[in-house]
């Protein structure tokens, strides 16, 4: 399975055996005998892979070669570390997600028609410039690190799936 995260297409093509099989936009859904195969993709890499047979799910491995592998393979070789890793991705998020909401909602209050109809808000929790961009480009590497993992919660990778529905 390739997914071109640079391309200007969100398409999603199906491999077996080196061979192409079959292209679909993401999200992706693929038949396959047995069930079908599932993938969804954010703007930070993967979502979800999965192969659903009936009530049972489970998630496929990444091929040799790919960025998901070589996260995957350093959390097999270096567990604790791979899952220090992880929380403090979530935490970064989650940070993210308490300055970034009230900035986002001052942002749009200030949009004309929002601005006169309802009025503006002005966020308490202010950050210096460098320190906001600090915290988006943490964001980002810890996004891209979920993405790895094939991680995805609605709440914590709000802001890397938000544009993508």
Not at 61 to 74: D, Q
Not at 129 to 136: Q, S, V, Y
């Amino acid at each position: 399975m390739t997914v071109n995260f640079f391309g200007y297409e969100e398409a999603v093509k199906l491999f077996k055996d080196g061979r192409h099989q079959a292209t679909s936009e993401a999200p992706a859904s693929f038949p396959v005998p047995g069930g079908y195969i599932e993938v969804g993709v954010s703007t930070a890499g993967l979502t979800r892979m999965h192969y659903v047979s009936g009530e049972k799910e489970e998630v496929l491995s990444p091929n040799k070669g790919t960025a998901e592998y070589l996260r995957s393979r350093f959390g097999k070789r270096f567990p604790i570390t791979s899952r220090v890793i992880g929380m403090i991705a979530v935490v970064i998020l989650l940070i993210s997600l308490v300055f970034g909401i009230p900035q986002l909602i001052e942002y749009i209050s200030h949009i004309e028609i929002i601005r006169d109809n309802i009025g503006t808000f002005t966020s308490p929790l202010q950050l210096p410039g460098p320190l906001n961009m600090t915290l988006l480009i943490l964001a980002a590497l810890a996004a891209m690190e979920r993405a790895l993992t094939l991680k995805n919660h609605w709440l914590i990778d709000m802001e890397t799936t938000i544009y993508d529905d």
